[in-house]
């Protein structure tokens, strides 16, 4: 079974950074796309940051080009986003998310597996 936990939120002051980390388990996850989401208090869940584990093809939200950085290490089955210059409209719940294949789709119901989530608050 496929688990997937997110560590690594906090508080932050805009223009701040912070390392989100996301473990898995329970897979040979060499033929998977992992992905980042997120969900702010009354809105719907967006795609952030999307990897291929494989290849390391990438796929970025407009809204954090040039701020965000997805990668992966292999030996460690271990997904991160590194977020830099965070800005208070940045504040969200941050979902892992896991599909097989090597696609970077955008779509949340392409995503088969999913993380808990880790707060991230970035206050101005």
């Known amino acids: 079974q496929v688990q997937l936990v997110e560590s690594g939120g906090g508080l932050v002051q805009a223009g701040g950074s912070l390392r989100l980390s996301c473990a898995a388990s329970?897979?040979?996850?060499?033929?998977?796309?992992m992905g980042w989401f997120r969900q702010a208090p009354g809105k719907e869940r967006e795609f952030v940051a999307a990897?291929?584990?494989?290849?390391?093809?990438?796929n970025y939200a407009d809204s954090v080009k040039g701020r965000f950085t997805i990668s992966e290490d292999n030996a460690k089955n271990t997904l991160y986003l590194q977020m830099n210059s965070l800005k208070p409209e940045d504040t969200a719940v941050y979902y892992c998310?896991?599909?097989?294949?090597?696609?970077?789709?955008?779509?949340?119901?392409?995503?088969?597996?999913w993380g808990q989530g880790t707060q991230v608050t970035v206050s101005s």
């Open positions: 990897i291929s584990w494989i290849g390391s093809r990438t």
């Open positions: 998310a896991a599909r097989r294949g090597v696609q970077v789709p955008t779509t949340t119901s392409t995503y088969e597996y």
């Open positions: 329970g897979r040979t996850f060499s033929n998977y796309a």
